[in-house]
C-alpha cells in the first residue's frame, strides 16, 4: 500500500459522498480539505452545487475520495477508472475487496482509512488518531 501521505500531493480532489439531504462523513472532509487549501470538487448527480460526474470538473484532477456505500463505489469505481484517475482514497465502509482489487488492476493507487488524520491543520482528535495509526503502523 502507498504511503498515506501521497494522497495529498494532489492539490485537486474530486469528492464523492457529499449528501443534499444531510450531513455526511464526506462533508466533514471536504471542510478540512478546503481549510488546507485544498481545492475541492463535490461529485454527486443528484445534488444542487456538485458536478455529476468527473468529466464535468473544469480541471484534470488526480486524486478522488469516495465516501459511500459499497454499492454505490462500485459504480463510481467505473467513472474512476474511464476518467483515468491516478489516487483513490476509499473511507471505511466504501469498498470491499473486489473494488479495491478493480482499481489496483487498472493502475490506480488506492488508500484506505480515515483521510482526516492525514490533513495538515486538523484538529486535536484528528491529530491524535493519527499518532496512533502510526503506532501501529509501525509495529506491523
Known sequence: MPNKQDFLLSSEIALFGISPQR???????????????????????????????????????????????????????????????????LQYGSYNEQIINKLKDAGIEVYTGCLTMFIPGVGFIHRFHRVIHDFFERKK
Do not use: D
Open 23 to 89: 450531513k455526511t462523513f464526506a462533508s466533514g472532509v471536504k471542510k478540512s480539505l478546503e481549510k488546507a487549501t485544498f481545492k475541492v470538487y463535490p461529485v454527486n448527480p443528484s445534488a444542487n452545487g456538485c458536478y455529476s460526474n468527473l468529466e464535468e470538473i473544469p480541471v484534470k484532477v488526480e486524486a478522488v475520495y469516495v465516501a459511500v456505500n459499497r454499492a454505490n463505489a462500485l459504480s463510481i469505481s467505473e467513472n474512476i477508472i474511464k476518467y483515468g484517475i491516478k489516487k483513490v482514497w
